[in-house]
Each structure stands twice: as structure tokens, then as C-alpha cells.
């Protein structure tokens, strides 16, 4: 402004000079007229006009300063401020003093301009954290917990509409609780727990809070749970150990009754210090395996196959069953879970039955039962007596199977694969029998169908011998066999065939029966085949039949039937009668098609 004002004085002192310069010029020519001519009108005259030429010129010239230097400046304004208005972003051009009035109004404008797109941009990042995030937000007013927004999340996920969430408070929803979550009631009535993270902040001289709600239902029913199990281990009568599975069982957590039964209760325990020396290695062995075998589908009981020794607080050894389940830890490394369950008087009954039993084993290799004994660690086989007479020899060296691998003499080839890999799931702990079907050879070549059924009579880490036995099922198999080429039969044959019992009620038919008669199986099982007959045969044919049938077995010949829509055919018919080993007659079929007349 300062430089204003002196370039407003200079301006107005060249104007002056000018002025002055000009009465000067009027005041020598006025001399001049003095000292030529006496007359004073003429001398007043020429002062006045002069006097007036001076003030014309003044007001001229002020005239001109006005509209150069405000009016025409002003009018720029307005157009830059115009145009500012429209978008148009102009450099400020007018004088001096004008120039610094136009850049601050440039300078406001933009700021302006940047705070309005700001303003812009904070209400698309509002909207979109609001309307289009899966983020559950709530706006609560700070004085009275009054809800002034939710997005549309939150919105969703109580259940009310927006509006009447604006119309409620933070109190209205929240349920008091001293659980780890907080307890807020939805539309329908349900109970969600969620964890609040509110942050306080101040808008428009209002205290606020900015919340963020998160859905914790399920970490809360998994806690829930988590304390149920819990309390039911610290309940139960079972001694809990977890342990990372290493070369030394360091206990990493213990149940509360630990002092009912183990002598240790120290956190650095290894378990293998309260083991029976003679159990450790078995029982780290069934562990491996129960690991090894976690989540497949062989995984189907979590006790371990035997009762473990761990020393008690008396000093003495008690017998405990054991259940095992394993998992990685955070960390990857294999966290085993061990239940113990008192097993002490059961052991020693279990012992008793066992040196009984172990007193009768010799007897089954001389009994009538197809017996035999497999050693897995040497692979000796050993057969009963009967089981050695039954497929033809004479005694055990006439036939010649001592060990696994002669198992080719007396089991069919194709069958070999079957027995070898039921005895390996059975040794890897795959399955607690064995059992499978196979093709036994006679000595004079013929085959017969087996059950094999055998079974350790203690676990294999005690001893390695398994006892079975082997039964004939070749009659069944026989059956299995004939039944199904009857089916096949039955169902593949073109003629139509029905069998009837001893008393002539239907039994079955096969789908050409259907197809020729129109009956199906339904309409005449248990009924008699007169269902079929026609007129055109009289009560003495009929019985020439069915004596053909009892004396020669068999009758065949042309016949006329009728079938369900009482349309009389032409057709060939046989009937044969079943006999048994008796000779007595147990079944008819009767086998019959259509001839085209």
C-alpha cells in the first residue's frame, strides 16, 4: 500500500508541473499583452480564461484518474472474480493497488477450492467405508450414547432399518456383561457378542465416538467350549499330560489331580522318568503310530491296544488304560494329549484269563478246528493237525509249508496277495483282525473256499505270535455262485421263465415273463400258474402234464395261454422239476416262448 500512495503522489505531481508549466506560459503571454496593449479587460479576460482552461484541464485530468485508476480496476475485479466463479483459473491483471486486492482474492479462491475437493474426497472415503465396506461402524454421540450414523454393515447386521437405529442409543442394544466380549442384542432378539473398537473424536465442538463392531459370537462359543472341556477334564477321573513328542517327553501341561496318582508334579517332568522301564519302548512305539495314523481312515479308536505301567505316589507301579490325540502346535511341532484311567484291578484280571488261556493255546494245534500259529518277527507258520489232514496230507512235512513263503503250496495263486497284505494291515496296526476269504489248494489240486480269522492274543509288542483259524465256506460260496448264475440267467434269457415251489405257488419270474404275459413279478408271485391258462385244454391234458413232470422230470410241448389282457397265444413251453440229493422234488421252472401262428 505504500508504494501505492507514491505512485499515486507521483502521478498527481506531473499532473501539477504540467498545470503549472501552462500558467506560467499564460502569465508571460499575459506580460506580453500588459506592455503592448493598456487595456486591463483584456488583461482580466485572459486570466480568467486561463484560470478556466487551468481548472478544465484539472478536472479533466482527475476525471481520467478516476476511470483509469478505480473505476476500470474495480470493473476487472469483478470480471477476475467472474471468471474465478466459472472455473476459469486467470493470472490477477490491473494496477498496483488493485494487483494486491486480486492475488489475495486468487489466493482465498484456490484455498478454497483445495478445501472444497478435500471435502470432496473425505465424503466419497466416507461413503464408501460406510455404504460399501463389510465393516460394522457405529457413530456414537459422546454426551448421551445416542447412535448418529451406522454404515450399512451395522445396519445389516442388527436387523433394524436405518432409521430406527438413528432413533436409538448405544444402551438400547449394548447388554450389561462382565464376559471378554460385549453382549448386543439384535432386531429378532438374538444375543451377538462382539468386541467394540471405539476410538473418541471431536466434530463440530461435539465429542464423539467412532466404533468399529466385530462380530465375536463364534470366539465366544469356542471359549465356552474350551472352559466346558476344561472343567470336565478337571472333573474326570482321568490324569491329563500334554507333551511336546521328542526324545524326552517334557510335560507342557498338567490336570489338576495330578497328585491323586503320580508321584512328580514338576512342570519339567519327563513322562518316560514315571514309566515302567519294560513300557517305554512299546509305548513310545504305539504312539508313533497313533500320529502317524491321526485324521487317516485307520484312525478309529484313540486308546492305545495295552495297558501301561507309571509309578503312583505309594512308589509302586499301577496299570493305566490310555487314550492318545496328537496336533501341531504353533510352533510345528507335534503336541501329544495322553488320558490315563486307572486300569490297575482289570490288569490283573486280564493277566489271570491270559496265563489261562496261554495254558489251553497248545490245544488248538491239536484240536478239530482248521488251527494255525504265525511268528511275524521269524515268519514260522505252524498248522493243527486236522487243518493238515483236511486239505489231504499226511502230516506237516508231507505238506511242506513251514515258514510264509511256502504259503504258495496250499493257497491259490490269485489269493496269495489277499492273505500276505491282511497280515501286514494287521501287523502296522491297520486293523485289529484278520480276516479275509481265500482259495485253499488240496493235495490232489482241488480248491475250496476258506474264512481266515486270526488274532494276536496279546499286543504284538509283547509277543509276535497270532492264532486263526480257517473255516470252509466252499457249500456257501457255491451257493453265492449258483445264485448268481441264476440271476444271470434269469435276467439275460429271451424265453420267459417262472419257478414255483413244491406246491406250484409262483416264486419268481424274470422280465421276459412280463414282457410276453403282461403280468408283472408283482400280479403273480405266490399265485399259481393257472392265471395263465386258457380254455383251449381240458382238465385231461393238464394232467398228463404234471405226470410226465413227477415221473420223467420234465415236460414239453406247444400249449395255448392267455395272458392279462385275455388275449389267447400260442406258445412252447418246458418244465423241469428240481430234485435234491434225495430225489426229492423241491422246484419247478418252467421256460416258455411265443409262437407266431
Same mark, same amino acid.
Given at each position: 500500500?505504500?508504494?501505492?500512495?507514491v505512485? !499515486?503522489?507521483?502521478?498527481l505531481l506531473?499532473?501539477?508541473?504540467?498545470?503549472?508549466?501552462i500558467?506560467?506560459?499564460m502569465?508571460?503571454?499575459?506580460?506580453?499583452?500588459i506592455?503592448?496593449?493598456?487595456?486591463v479587460?483584456?488583461?482580466?479576460?485572459?486570466?480568467?480564461?486561463?484560470?478556466?482552461?487551468?481548472?478544465?484541464?484539472?478536472? !479533466?485530468d482527475?476525471?481520467?484518474?478516476?476511470?483509469?485508476? &478505480?473505476?476500470l480496476?474495480?470493473?476487472?475485479?469483478?470480471i477476475?472474480?467472474d471468471?474465478?466463479?466459472?472455473?476459469?483459473?486467470?493470472?490477477?491483471?490491473s494496477?498496483?493497488?488493485?494487483?494486491?486486492? #486480486?492475488?489475495?482474492i486468487?489466493? +482465498?479462491?484456490?484455498?478454497?477450492?483445495?478445501?472444497?475437493?478435500?471435502?470432496?474426497?473425505?465424503?466419497?472415503?466416507?461413503s464408501l467405508?460406510?455404504?460399501?465396506?463389510?465393516?460394522?461402524?457405529?457413530?456414537?454421540?459422546?454426551?448421551?450414547?445416542? %447412535?448418529?450414523?451406522?454404515?450399512?454393515?451395522?445396519?445389516?447386521?442388527?436387523?433394524?432399518?436405518?432409521?430406527?437405529l438413528?432413533?436409538?442409543? &448405544?444402551?438400547d442394544?449394548?447388554?450389561?456383561?462382565?464376559?471378554?466380549?460385549?453382549?448386543?442384542k439384535?432386531?429378532?432378539?438374538d %444375543?451377538?457378542?462382539v468386541e467394540?473398537?471405539?476410538t473418541?473424536?471431536?466434530?463440530?465442538?461435539n465429542?464423539?465416538?467412532?466404533?468399529i463392531?466385530?462380530?465375536?459370537?463364534?470366539?465366544?462359543?469356542k471359549? *465356552?467350549? !474350551?472352559?466346558?472341556?476344561?472343567?470336565?477334564?478337571?472333573?474326570?477321573?482321568?490324569?491329563?499330560?500334554?507333551f511336546?513328542?521328542?526324545d524326552?517327553?517334557?510335560?507342557?501341561?498338567?490336570s489338576?489331580?495330578?497328585?491323586?496318582?503320580?508321584?512328580n508334579?514338576?512342570?519339567?517332568?519327563d513322562?518316560?522318568?514315571?514309566?515302567?522301564?519294560?513300557?517305554?519302548?512299546?509305548?513310545?512305539l *504305539?504312539?508313533?503310530?497313533?500320529i502317524?495314523?491321526?485324521?487317516?481312515?485307520?484312525?478309529?479308536?484313540?486308546e492305545?491296544?495295552?495297558?501301561?505301567?507309571?509309578?503312583?505316589?505309594?512308589?509302586?507301579?499301577?496299570? +493305566?488304560? %490310555?487314550?492318545?490325540?496328537?496336533?501341531?502346535?504353533? #510352533?510345528?511341532? &507335534?503336541?501329544?494329549t495322553?488320558?490315563?484311567?486307572?486300569?490297575?484291578?482289570?490288569e490283573?484280571?486280564?493277566?489271570?484269563?491270559?496265563?489261562?488261556?496261554?495254558?489251553? *493255546?497248545?490245544?488248538?494245534?491239536?484240536?478239530?478246528?482248521?488251527?494255525?500259529?504265525?511268528?511275524?518277527?521269524?515268519?514260522?507258520?505252524?498248522f493243527?493237525?486236522?487243518?493238515? *489232514?483236511?486239505?489231504?496230507?499226511?502230516?506237516?512235512?508231507?505238506?511242506?509249508?513251514?515258514?510264509?513263503e @511256502? &504259503?504258495?503250496?496250499?493257497?491259490?495263486?490269485?489269493d496269495?496277495?489277499?492273505f500276505?497284505?491282511?497280515?501286514?494291515?494287521?501287523i502296522?496296526g491297520?486293523?485289529?483282525?484278520?480276516?479275509?476269504?481265500?482259495?485253499?489248494l488240496k493235495?490232489? /489240486?482241488?480248491?475250496?473256499?476258506?474264512?481266515?480269522?486270526?488274532?494276536a492274543?496279546?499286543?504284538?509288542?509283547?509277543?509276535?505270535?497270532?492264532?486263526?483259524?480257517a473255516? @470252509?465256506?466252499?457249500?456257501?460260496?457255491?451257493?453265492?455262485?449258483q445264485?448268481?448264475?441264476t440271476?444271470?440267467?434269469?435276467?439275460?434269457?429271451?424265453?420267459?421263465?417262472?419257478?414255483?415251489?413244491? #406246491?406250484?405257488?409262483?416264486l419268481?419270474?424274470?422280465?421276459?415273463?412280463?414282457?410276453?404275459?403282461?403280468?408283472?413279478?408283482?400280479?403273480?408271485?405266490?399265485?399259481?400258474?393257472?392265471? !395263465?391258462?386258457?380254455?383251449?385244454h381240458?382238465?385231461?391234458?393238464?394232467?398228463?402234464?404234471?405226470?410226465?413232470?413227477?415221473? +420223467?422230470?420234465?415236460?414239453? /410241448?406247444?400249449?395255448?395261454?392267455?395272458n392279462?389282457?385275455?388275449?389267447?397265444?400260442?406258445?412252447?413251453?418246458?418244465i423241469?422239476?428240481?430234485?435234491?440229493?434225495?430225489?426229492?422234488?423241491?422246484?419247478?421252472?418252467?421256460?416258455?416262448?411265443k409262437?407266431?401262428?
Amino acid at each position: 500500500m505504500r508504494q501505492g500512495r507514491v505512485f !499515486l503522489a507521483s502521478g498527481l505531481l506531473r499532473r501539477a508541473i504540467a498545470i503549472l508549466v501552462i500558467f506560467i506560459a499564460m502569465s508571460i503571454f499575459s506580460l506580453y499583452f500588459i506592455f503592448s496593449n493598456d487595456s486591463v479587460n483584456s488583461i482580466m479576460y485572459l486570466y480568467f480564461s486561463t484560470f478556466i482552461i487551468v481548472l478544465l484541464a484539472l478536472f !479533466l485530468d482527475i476525471f481520467l484518474y478516476i476511470k483509469n485508476n &478505480i473505476i476500470l480496476p474495480i470493473a476487472n475485479t469483478k470480471i477476475f472474480i467472474d471468471k474465478l466463479a466459472a472455473k476459469e483459473i486467470i493470472a490477477p491483471v490491473s494496477n498496483l493497488d488493485f494487483y494486491y486486492i #486480486n492475488n489475495s482474492i486468487y489466493e +482465498f479462491f484456490t484455498s478454497w477450492v483445495c478445501a472444497e475437493n478435500s471435502l470432496k474426497y473425505y465424503i466419497e472415503y466416507y461413503s464408501l467405508l460406510f455404504d460399501k465396506s463389510d465393516i460394522k461402524i457405529l457413530f456414537i454421540d459422546a454426551k448421551d450414547g445416542s %447412535i448418529m450414523d451406522a454404515s450399512r454393515c451395522a445396519v445389516d447386521f442388527y436387523g433394524y432399518s436405518k432409521g430406527e437405529l438413528l432413533t436409538m442409543s &448405544i444402551f438400547d442394544i449394548q447388554i450389561d456383561d462382565k464376559s471378554s466380549y460385549k453382549k448386543h442384542k439384535l432386531s429378532n432378539g438374538d %444375543i451377538k457378542f462382539v468386541e467394540v473398537i471405539s476410538t473418541p473424536v471431536s466434530l463440530y465442538f461435539n465429542d464423539s465416538y467412532f466404533m468399529i463392531i466385530l462380530d465375536a459370537t463364534k470366539a465366544q462359543e469356542k471359549i *465356552e467350549g !474350551l472352559n466346558s472341556e476344561i472343567s470336565m477334564i478337571e472333573n474326570n477321573p482321568a490324569i491329563v499330560f500334554k507333551f511336546v513328542y521328542a526324545d524326552e517327553w517334557i510335560v507342557t501341561g498338567l490336570s489338576s489331580n495330578i497328585n491323586l496318582l503320580i508321584q512328580n508334579n514338576d512342570k519339567n517332568l519327563d513322562l518316560k522318568s514315571i514309566c515302567h522301564s519294560d513300557d517305554i519302548e512299546p509305548l513310545s512305539l *504305539e504312539i508313533k503310530r497313533k500320529i502317524k495314523l491321526e485324521n487317516s481312515i485307520y484312525d478309529t479308536k484313540k486308546e492305545l491296544d495295552r495297558s501301561y505301567r507309571f509309578k503312583l505316589v505309594s512308589g509302586e507301579y499301577g496299570w +493305566f488304560r %490310555i487314550f492318545v490325540s496328537s496336533s501341531k502346535n504353533i #510352533n510345528g511341532e &507335534i503336541e501329544v494329549t495322553m488320558f490315563l484311567l486307572d486300569n490297575t484291578n482289570q490288569e490283573i484280571l486280564r493277566e489271570i484269563l491270559i496265563s489261562k488261556l496261554k495254558r489251553h *493255546e497248545s490245544r488248538i494245534l491239536s484240536s478239530n478246528l482248521l488251527g494255525f500259529e504265525y511268528f511275524a518277527s521269524s515268519g514260522v507258520l505252524k498248522f493243527s493237525v486236522d487243518f493238515v *489232514e483236511y486239505l489231504g496230507y499226511k502230516n506237516s512235512i508231507d505238506m511242506g509249508v513251514g515258514s510264509i513263503e @511256502d &504259503i504258495y503250496k496250499i493257497v491259490y495263486r490269485d489269493d496269495i496277495d489277499i492273505f500276505i497284505d491282511e497280515l501286514d494291515r494287521y501287523i502296522d496296526g491297520s486293523s485289529r483282525l484278520v480276516e479275509c476269504n481265500v482259495r485253499l489248494l488240496k493235495k490232489d /489240486g482241488k480248491q475250496i473256499y476258506a474264512k481266515i480269522k486270526a488274532k494276536a492274543l496279546d499286543t504284538l509288542n509283547d509277543s509276535d505270535e497270532i492264532i486263526g483259524t480257517a473255516i @470252509d465256506i466252499s457249500d456257501h460260496q457255491r451257493y453265492v455262485v449258483q445264485n448268481a448264475l441264476t440271476n444271470a440267467i434269469m435276467s439275460s434269457s429271451i424265453n420267459g421263465i417262472l419257478i414255483c415251489d413244491v #406246491n406250484g405257488d409262483i416264486l419268481d419270474v424274470n422280465d421276459s415273463f412280463t414282457k410276453i404275459t403282461g403280468y408283472s413279478k408283482e400280479d403273480v408271485i405266490g399265485k399259481k400258474p393257472k392265471v !395263465l391258462r386258457s380254455d383251449k385244454h381240458d382238465n385231461v391234458f393238464y394232467a398228463k402234464m404234471w405226470s410226465d413232470i413227477k415221473h +420223467f422230470g420234465s415236460w414239453s /410241448g406247444k400249449i395255448y395261454n392267455k395272458n392279462r389282457a385275455g388275449e389267447v397265444y400260442l406258445e412252447h413251453l418246458v418244465i423241469t422239476a428240481i430234485k435234491d440229493e434225495h430225489d426229492i422234488i423241491q422246484r419247478y421252472i418252467a421256460s416258455f416262448y411265443k409262437i407266431m401262428e
